[in-house]
């Protein structure tokens, strides 16, 4: 009993989430791996999977439905952010440069996530949106404690938010559409644009190279055609959005590194 409830309070049900994390820690360390970094990486997947037990505790908190559940998920919570804290000391006693900034403009989007996840709407579109983009600046801080310029460390923060409005409204219209619920074909197409047009700005600024905006133009217009066919199935998809992740992260982190 206390396995199965430690697995359901511990281990994040977000599968997308899991790419979604670890997609900026990949590209960071890619262009500038350093021993802050991977401190930074390994804080940045604690606290994914810190918002699970988190969440469970503050909703059953805010709920004065308080039980065994809820003490587990607050144990498992507590132990995570003491890891974080750790890692986080780490990140800080090793870093070639100071890598605050982005943490710290990421802070409001982590923050509206949080507000969304505590009253149980962590599914909507505003939330997700936050959240991944916020989860990105991960990518920025990893690349600046490795000593990065500011302006390499914006555009793999730019290359990942526009990857992320790609992956969230797509795979929100494809589920959508899976279930049989309304959908509207346009949101997903709105994305795909918004990150064609978020890459391009990289561009035009010189803090992303032509190679990388290939690659998410590459992802939107996958998006642009696979959104008109028959949704696949939830596994399938799934892996779609990995190897899309990968692609650009790839793509992405190797123009960055060439001369």
Excluded: C
């Excluded at 997308?16 to 401190?39: C, K, M, N, R």
């Amino acid at each position: 009993m206390l396995n199965s409830t430690l697995r359901s309070v511990a281990l994040p049900t977000e599968h997308g989430g899991w790419s979604l994390t670890l997609e900026p820690v990949v590209l960071g360390l890619l262009v500038a791996p350093s021993a802050s970094g991977f401190a930074l990486g390994l804080a940045a997947l604690l606290v994914f999977m810190s918002r699970t037990p988190g969440r469970i505790a503050l909703v059953d908190w805010r709920r004065d439905h308080w039980r065994s559940r809820s003490r587990v998920a607050a144990l498992v919570a507590g132990i995570e952010l003491a890891l974080i804290l750790a890692s986080g000391s780490v990140a800080i006693a090793t870093a070639e440069a100071a890598f605050w900034w982005p943490l710290a403009v990421a802070a409001p989007l982590l923050a509206l996530e949080v507000w969304y996840d505590t009253r149980s709407r962590s599914r909507r579109l505003v939330p997700e949106l936050a959240g991944a983009i916020g989860v990105g600046s991960m990518a920025a801080a990893i690349a600046l404690s490795g000593g990065a310029t500011p302006e390499v460390a914006a555009g793999l923060w730019l290359v990942i938010a526009a990857r992320s409005v790609a992956a969230v409204t797509f795979v929100r219209v494809q589920l959508r559409r899976a279930k049989g619920q309304a959908y509207r074909t346009w949101h997903s197409d709105a994305g795909q644009l918004a990150a064609i047009g978020v890459a391009t700005l990289g561009l035009s600024l010189d803090y992303i190279p032509a190679l990388a905006v290939g690659g998410i133009a590459f992802v939107g217009l996958f998006g642009a055609v696979m959104v008109r066919r028959r949704p696949a199935s939830t596994p399938v998809l799934g892996s779609q959005q990995i190897g899309l992740g990968l692609l650009v992260v790839i793509v992405a982190g190797l123009a960055v590194r060439a001369p």
